[in-house]
């Protein structure tokens, strides 16, 4: 394979007068006396290159004059200054090589605007566009940006299992994973024997690597996990997806006020990355997706969250004078609407609600002293609602085991999970950010199945 330059690196770095050879499609071809112009891409910018192949070249009219949008070149010349207005650069080309041809009467992408629900009719070439290739820029920054904030600040990394037999959420919705024939399950007194499958119990795909990020968090201090997480719930929205990615970090010796810290810290070290490394794609997202885009990520880097209690979001609710599609009352989980309207409303910037019922939330979070409420903690972002979602964990043996019991988890089944209360337990807690809502709040993507490359939805695997 020839090592040639990446064209975001030749239009930032202009080695101008040097022969150079470049790789990538053709976004456009325009023709014209003797000339044929193209526009090429390789991916790495929202610019293209400006080509400019003379018809003297000696596959000219036998392949140059046949090239449209799609087609893969290689275009070998000199980097010259270009005297054409909006580009300081362009090559003058000495030899096109054709790698891939793309029929224009059958390419489905061509070189107007395409709505993005067409666009997830065809995942599979939809990176090649000028949106879908800004936010695929804009996640690989972002992911890159969380390595470095925790690594900076001495976490470690850990990979936790895809595949589980533990439900962490203890909402039941989960992928079952098997490999036991369909047609011809086992079965032992009228259910399913999960004895004789490949695991000799039932497994499932996580939908959180919490658990197990603890234990390592009660051996290495401070840890955290990245990556897949899926969850099988039957929602059509634009803010859910079966299978997304989540970022968990775990710290011992850490309570719900160091969890929050760290948290806001997070969230406003990857906004200030990524305006300062994405704004070519952060312009393109103001002026076609979210013309309130800029002021929306200035405002969170310029303000200290709001933190408030749960008891006082859900009287703040009942004051607003608002008719909410889903009544409000202390007890209840806050829907999309009520957290909208807290953090775009209310106080219109990103706030923290604290001390939920415990009722609501699940089993691993902390009882606090009045013996109703759980040292939880939600991140309300504008635009998006709930973006992080932690607590303090509940370090105590016989209140962890009491709690489950009431949730009626088998405790023989997580008598692992209980051993890190009975030696050496301590305070410890964490938080989970849904990495696709991040994704969204620094694009102002309206739907989360445009931030993702293959969205995984009720009903459709994407391809």
Same mark, same amino acid.
């Given at each position: 394979m020839e090592k040639t330059p990446r064209i975001k690196t030749i239009l930032t770095e202009k080695p101008l007068n040097r022969d150079i050879c470049v790789q990538g499609w053709l976004k456009s071809k325009r023709d014209s006396k003797g000339l044929s112009f193209?526009?090429?891409?390789?991916?790495?910018?929202?610019?293209g290159l400006q080509v400019i192949a003379p018809e003297t070249l000696a596959n000219y009219h036998t392949d140059v004059s046949r090239l449209s949008t799609g087609c893969a070149i290689a275009a070998r010349g000199q980097l010259v200054a270009s005297p054409a207005k909006g580009q300081e650069v362009e090559l003058h080309a000495r030899e096109i090589i054709v790698y891939g041809w793309a029929p224009p009467e059958s390419y489905p992408l061509q070189k107007k605007r395409h709505s993005f629900e067409f666009l997830r009719s065809v995942a599979h070439l939809r990176g090649r566009t000028n949106s879908l290739g800004a936010v695929a820029r804009v996640r690989s920054r972002l992911s890159w940006a969380i390595q470095q904030f925790f690594q900076q600040r001495g976490f470690f990394q850990i990979h936790t299992p895809v595949i589980t037999t533990s439900d962490c959420e203890g909402a039941g919705e989960m992928f079952t994973v098997t490999s036991l024939d369909l047609q011809q399950l086992p079965l032992a007194n009228g259910a399913v024997d999960f004895s004789r499958d490949f695991f000799g119990r039932p497994a499932s795909l996580t939908v959180s690597g919490q658990l197990e990020a603890e234990a390592y968090a009660l051996a290495l201090g401070n840890v955290y996990t990245f990556g897949p997480t899926f969850r099988a719930e039957n929602s059509n929205t634009s803010r859910h997806l079966a299978e997304f990615w989540m970022l968990e970090p775990e710290m011992a010796f850490c309570d719900l006020e160091g969890d929050m810290?760290?948290?806001?810290?997070?969230?406003?070290?990857?906004?200030?990355?990524?305006?300062?490394?994405?704004?070519?794609?952060?312009?393109?997202?103001? =002026?076609?997706?979210?013309?309130?885009?800029?002021?929306?990520?200035?405002?969170?880097?310029? &303000?200290?969250?709001? =933190?408030?209690?749960?008891?006082?979001?859900?009287?703040?609710?009942?004051?607003?004078? =608002?008719?909410?599609? /889903?009544?409000?009352?202390?007890?209840?989980?806050?829907?999309?609407? &009520?957290? =909208?309207?807290?953090?775009?409303?209310? /106080?219109?910037?990103?706030?923290?609600?604290?001390?939920?019922?415990?009722?609501?939330?699940?089993?691993?979070?902390?009882?606090n002293d009045d013996n109703k409420t759980v040292a939880a903690m939600d991140i309300l972002f504008p635009g998006i609602g709930e973006i992080i979602g932690g607590s303090q964990r509940e370090e105590r043996l016989e209140v962890l085991s009491a709690r489950m019991e009431e949730a009626g988890i088998d405790l023989a089944s997580y008598q692992w999970y209980l051993d890190l209360r009975r030696y050496g337990t301590v305070p410890h807690a964490g938080f989970g950010l849904g990495f696709e809502r991040m994704i969204q709040f620094a694009t102002g993507m309206a739907n989360i199945r445009d931030v993702i490359a293959f969205p995984r939805t009720p009903g459709s695997t994407a391809m």
């Open positions: 193209l526009d090429l891409t390789d991916g790495s910018s929202l610019s810290d760290l948290a806001e810290e997070l969230l406003k070290f990857l906004i200030a990355d990524c305006l300062a490394n994405c704004a070519e794609e952060l312009e393109l997202f103001s =002026r076609f997706i979210d013309k309130d885009l800029p002021a929306r990520l200035d405002n969170v880097l310029r &303000h200290d969250f709001v =933190r408030l209690s749960y008891t006082d979001a859900v009287k703040e609710l009942e004051q607003s004078g =608002r008719e909410f599609t /889903f009544p409000v009352a202390w007890g209840i989980d806050l829907q999309s609407e &009520h957290e =909208r309207y807290l953090a775009e409303t209310l /106080f219109q910037r990103p706030v923290i609600v604290i001390d939920y019922p415990k009722t609501i939330k699940p089993f691993y979070m902390r009882v």
